[in-house]
Nanobody, 126 residues
Framework: VQLQASGGGLVQAGGSLRLSCAASGSIFVAGAIGWYRQFPGKQRELVAAITTTTGDGTKYADFVQGRFAIPKDYPKNTVYLQMNSLRPEDTAVYYC???????????????????WGLGTQVTVSS
């Protein structure tokens, strides 16, 4: 499945953005979809992930602290990243990834995801 991330942009601190990860096929067979972010010169880090094939597992990074949600829309083959109460330190390039082998137990494992979309820039101004 091919993925396309969109929805990034410039927002003030405290604001909200909703990122979209649109899949070229049914997300029901995608296994799981994860959102990652990357700061310049740093490795990508998990933001949130959700299973789409089996169960209803979700995983959030500690820094999310209840500010983000990762809803999924099967008819639209899309998984979103709803980001609220954004902070300047959330500024990064955000990527979505998928792999049919990912299940609840390895949701947070970046190495488990083989399919990656292009990133979308999120900039939070102070």
């Amino acid at each position: 499945v091919q993925l396309q991330a969109s929805g990034g942009g410039l927002v003030q601190a405290g604001g909200s953005l909703r990122l979209s990860c649109a899949a070229s096929g049914s997300i029901f067979v995608a296994g799981a979809i994860g959102w990652y972010r990357q700061f310049p010169g740093k490795q990508r880090e998990l933001v949130a992930a959700i299973t789409t094939t089996t169960g209803d597992g979700t995983k959030y990074a500690d820094f999310v602290q209840g500010r983000f949600a990762i809803p999924k829309d099967y008819p639209k083959n899309t998984v979103y990243l709803q980001m609220n109460s954004l902070r300047p330190e959330d500024t990064a390039v955000y990527y979505c990834a998928a792999d049919p082998s990912v299940i609840s137990s390895n949701l947070a494992s970046q190495r488990a995801y083989a399919n990656w979309g292009l990133g979308t820039q999120v900039t939070v101004s102070s």
